[in-house]
Antibody, heavy 121, light 108 residues
Framework: QVQLQESGPGLVKPSETLSLTCTVS????????WSWIRQPPGKGLEWIGY???????NYNPSLKSRVTISVDTSKNQFSLKLSSVTAADTAVYYC???????????????WGKGTTVTVSS | DIQMTQSPSSLSASVGDRVTITCRAS??????LNWYQQKPGKAPKLLIY???SLQSGVPSRFSGSGSGTDFTLTISSLQPEDFATYYC??????????FGPGTKVDIK
């Protein structure tokens, strides 16, 4: 079955760029939407954005100025870049497959295990 | 933006209890509502999509209902493995998916 695995640095300095990659195994990245979600320590879930395998994107307006999500179909990977990070960006970052059903329902049905990113000098 | 609220924020229940969690949207979202379960240190798991469709592999004691602004997740007979935090999430606005704040279910 499809599995997702996040990878990237666990520690990022303030003002720098957080970079994470999600590798999709057991299935193709094609024909799906792929999301990033984060969860600050002890808090709830925040959707960051998604990318379609063709490259079209949609970002959370609250993060849009700092977020870039890209896809590499040849490697079955998609990536997140978050610039100008602060301590408020410290969180567990999850990647997830967003399935579109009947053409208009979306749900996140496959998740990575998550990776902890701490922003600190 | 569509705001999601959940009630209660936490509850204590016993094995075998019927548990109901409510999610409310700040505007009508039709049936574009999903439910997730998250255990400590784990990724969320999809339980219900499109308000009432049970995700494959999820036990039938979980059910969802509602449309418009008010939704319910029901666990018909709480099992030990069901103690977790539950989140609702709207997908009506594809420009901004939003989650509810979560409901923590723990052991009485």
């Amino acid at each position: 079955q499809v599995q997702l695995q996040e990878s990237g640095p666990g520690l990022v300095k303030p003002s720098e760029t957080l970079s994470l990659t999600c590798t999709v195994s057991g299935g193709s990245i094609s024909s799906y939407y792929w999301s990033w979600i984060r969860q600050p320590p002890g808090k709830g879930l925040e959707w960051i954005g998604y990318i379609y395998y063709s490259g079209s994107t949609n970002y959370n307006p609250s993060l849009k100025s700092r977020v870039t999500i890209s896809v590499d179909t040849s490697k079955n990977q998609f990536s997140l870049k978050l610039s100008s990070v602060t301590a408020a960006d410290t969180a567990v970052y999850y990647c997830a497959r967003s399935t579109q059903w009947l053409g208009y329902y979306y749900y996140m049905d496959v998740w990575g295990k998550g990776t902890t990113v701490t922003v600190s000098s | 933006d569509i705001q999601m609220t959940q009630s209660p924020s936490s509850l204590s229940a016993s094995v075998g209890d019927r548990v109901t969690i409510t999610c409310r949207a700040s505007q009508s979202i039709s049936s574009y509502l999903n439910w997730y379960q998250q255990k400590p240190g784990k990724a969320p798991k999809l339980l219900i999509y499109a308000a009432s469709s049970l995700q494959s592999g999820v036990p039938s004691r979980f059910s969802g209902s509602g449309s418009g602004t008010d939704f319910t997740l029901t666990i018909s007979s709480l099992q030990p493995e069901d103690f977790a935090t539950y989140y609702c999430q709207q997908s009506y606005s594809t420009l901004l998916f939003t989650f509810g704040p979560g409901t923590k279910v723990d052991i009485k």
